[in-house]
């Protein structure tokens, strides 16, 4: 039996009038555990006017939504610069959302844009609401993953190869002569770019000749001071490392704050290479060797791969599934390389 506005009005002991409110993502005239109850009921009874699927969805809105993991990445402005301009370039407009790396935003995110209708979704995953994604894949809604893979879930996908990244980064710190060469990653959670990188990172010293040390990966809580204490650590224990490969560019800057705190200097102590190449990577003492990803092409591959699945109507005959862009390594004097005008590419 089809759930009706007047069964979730009656479950949250509200107005058809509030529901419908809410729905349109009114909140001003509601308290905010009116809001949460009526959405919580909406959620529980799985009620969708527009459902998701295309074939109920009533109105074209030429509205395209985005839901990114981390706005403060610098990374994520050259994507949204990318999927803009092929919106604008194909007559749609991009409606930004932060989930913050939270799952709970993400999800609330994701039922905003359903009710405001629009015709199909950009997604860097927390990968924390797979039921919901499962949903929208299920019933033929537009949608794609950019940069993060949903582990179980048939899903287009635009990401960059991040074991060949990993690679790159550590070869060339073992080409420089470095051998203790440690890594930094946030908690993996299943987030495909971590595990991956940190995939590279291994089999880059396996095919080299060089034992994987456990002490050297250092996995670390996206909180702020947790990479400072980690620094701190390494550097105290009896193995220091003589390399780390940082696999994000935010957390790059807080290893560079940890080691200026050490009597350890770059690159002649350690080197140090950083994963994504950001405006302030070559302005760094000493000038930060980096991986760089095709950000702005991955924002545009996105944004005209999910117009073509919108525009088709048929969003799971579109191919390929998944696209895996290349990404490319910049040699600068972090890692004890200096080159003649900064910057060599590979």
Not at 45 to 50: K, M, S
Not at 202 to 223: F, H, R, T, W, Y
Request: hydrophobic share 40%.
């Amino acid at each position: 039996m089809k759930v009706t506005i007047t069964d979730v009005a009656k479950k949250a002991n509200v107005s058809k009038s509030t529901v419908s409110r809410i729905m349109n993502g009114n909140f001003d005239q509601n308290t905010e555990e009116t809001v949460n109850r009526v959405l919580k009921v909406i959620e529980e009874l799985d009620y969708r006017p527009n459902a998701l699927a295309r074939s109920l969805k009533l109105t074209k809105t030429n509205v395209i939504g985005i839901v990114l993991s981390n706005l403060q990445n610098p990374f994520w402005a050259s994507v949204l610069e990318g999927a803009e301009e092929a919106c604008q370039s194909h007559g749609y407009n991009l409606m930004i959302c932060n989930s913050n790396n939270n799952g709970e935003i993400e999800k609330e995110h994701l039922r905003s844009f359903e009710m405001k209708q629009i015709d199909g979704l950009m997604i860097n995953p927390t990968s924390k609401n797979l039921d919901t994604y499962k949903k929208m894949i299920d019933n033929d809604f537009p949608f794609i993953s950019i940069n993060r893979k949903i582990y179980g879930l048939d899903a287009h996908v635009i990401t960059v190869d991040n074991v060949k990244g990993a690679k790159m980064a550590t070869t060339h710190l073992i080409r420089q002569g470095r051998r203790k060469i440690a890594i930094f990653l946030y908690q993996a959670e299943g987030i495909s770019p971590r595990l991956e990188r940190l995939q590279g990172y291994k089999l880059a010293l396996i095919e080299n000749g060089i034992d994987i040390d456990p002490s050297l990966i250092l996995m670390v809580d996206e909180k702020k001071g947790e990479i400072a204490k980690a620094i701190k650590d390494v550097f105290a224990a009896d193995n220091i490392p003589d390399a780390i490969f940082s696999t994000s560019s935010m957390m790059t800057l807080e290893i560079l704050e940890g080691i200026s705190q050490t009597r350890y200097s770059i690159p002649k102590d350690v080197a140090l290479i950083g994963y994504d190449e950001t405006v302030w990577s070559k302005h760094l003492f000493p000038p930060l060797s980096t991986i760089w990803q095709p950000a702005f092409e991955m924002g545009g591959l996105a944004a005209k791969k999910l117009i073509e699945m919108i525009e088709t109507k048929k969003p799971k005959e579109v191919l390929p599934k998944v696209i895996s862009l290349d990404p490319q390594l910049i040699k600068r004097e972090s890692c004890g390389e200096a080159q003649r005008g900064g910057v060599v590419l590979e």
